[in-house]
């Protein structure tokens, strides 16, 4: 007998692999995943509960010393489990009291997330202050870009006509409409809407009417839906609509930024902004966690390294940090240079739920997703 140590990306193939039962194959995939949740401010009365009732089921909550004496009113814990663990608590705990019920809930949305494939976003700009110059396109030269990208893998292509980078200042509707207008109309008249989906990158009522009343499906809000006008016209289009953090705006947001708990209050904001969307009667949400837009290094990297946890809404997430600035603070390098870091991030964020990808090298990224999904498909 031998035994060598496996990695299992798909729990339902490698089990149906092994001709497993198929009633048994469920139970266990749902064994198979563990899952580790961070919870701040229990009541303390919270977590003896929650103790017990995870060591009774094989799961386990780590908390600080002193709890079962209550040394302290409120605690911090974290709670290991698997899938099938996380399901059982989601129950057990909806008739206990100090807020477990709400915990239940939460439980449950965090183990019924779905997959979906990976789509990568092209990024076009009609603007010439766009802070990398390869994104960067006239109406002249942006059918030949377009048909490039389409046939490098691009699934979505996002245009932009409006900087959106630290520092930068805000133009006016009309000018952002003049500067997109051409190559929209390009669009159009060739169809290109027929081959792939197109975003527009903008917060203007103005420009995000005449765009959608051109073929494009897709809005891309760095401002999270914070124009009721946005949604409104939105809403009338049946768009999707991307929803993007960001502390303050582009032209003061990398001033300091602070947060509480850059995770904590990330999920309130997407929390009250997805209400708000579907108030307006939004219904396709994206969510952007919104890198380098009002955040530090760490900040990134805490939200990078924990993209998952915000699938729990039940809608798509979305990462974009091609070529960002966050790469040359950890290794020293150009935006030129910064393909091979902004590689590594977004395969990384596809493995930590992301499953739209928003680059300016199409080809490149085709290439990595693609060889990604090779490794993983093999159990």
């Known amino acids: 007998m031998n035994s060598y140590k496996i990695s299992i990306n798909d729990t339902k193939k490698v089990f149906t692999q092994l001709n ?10 749902k064994k198979s995943k563990l899952h580790t949740l961070y919870i701040k401010d229990m009541h303390v009365g919270a977590a003896n509960i929650l103790k017990q009732d995870a060591l009774s089921i094989g799961a386990e909550l780590a908390v600080p010393t002193g709890v079962i004496t209550a040394k302290e009113k409120h605690v911090d814990g974290i709670l290991i489990g698997t899938t099938k663990h996380f399901e059982i608590l989601s129950r057990k705990e909806l008739a206990q009291p100090f807020g477990l019920k709400n915990l239940a809930k939460d439980l449950k949305a965090y183990v019924q997330q779905n997959s979906n494939k990976t789509k990568i976003m092209g990024v076009l700009n009609a603007n010439e202050d766009s802070f990398f110059s390869g994104s960067r396109f006239d109406e002249i030269q942006a059918s030949s870009r377009i048909e490039e990208m389409i046939s490098d893998g691009a699934d979505i292509i996002d245009i932009g006509a409006v900087s959106s980078r630290p520092g930068s ?16 109309d390009t669009i159009y008249e060739n169809k290109y809407f027929e081959k792939v989906d197109f975003s527009i990158d903008s917060y203007s009522p103005l420009v995000i009417d005449y765009v959608l009343n051109k073929g494009f499906k897709i809005v891309n809000d760095i401002t999270g839906l914070s124009n009721d006008e946005v949604c409104k016209v939105s809403s009338k289009y049946n768009a999707q609509v991307i929803i993007m953090h960001m502390q303050n705006d582009p032209s003061n947001m990398q001033d300091n930024p602070e947060y509480e708990n850059i995770m904590l209050d990330l999920d309130k904001y997407f929390q009250t902004q997805i209400q708000k969307a579907q108030s307006f009667g939004i219904k396709d949400i994206v969510l952007d966690v919104g890198i380098g837009f009002g955040k530090t290094l760490e900040h990134n990297l ?6 998952e946890h915000f699938k729990h809404f039940g809608f798509e997430v979305i990462i974009g940090a091609s070529r960002k ?3 040359d603070k950890i290794v020293s390098s150009s ?15 596809i493995k930590k739920g992301a499953s739209i990808v928003r680059c300016h090298d199409v080809k490149e990224h085709y290439q990595a997703i693609k060889v990604l999904e090779a490794i993983n498909s093999i159990n």
């Open 335 to 349: 935006i030129e240079q910064r393909l091979p870091g902004t590689l590594a991030i977004h395969l990384e964020s």
């Open 302 to 307: 805490t939200l990078l390294n924990n993209m």
């Open 169 to 184: 200042i805000a133009v006016e509707e009309s000018v952002e409409l003049q500067r997109v207008k051409s190559i929209v």
């Open 325 to 327: 600035s966050m790469i």
């Open 20 to 29: 497993c039962d198929t009633g048994g194959i469920s139970i266990l995939s």
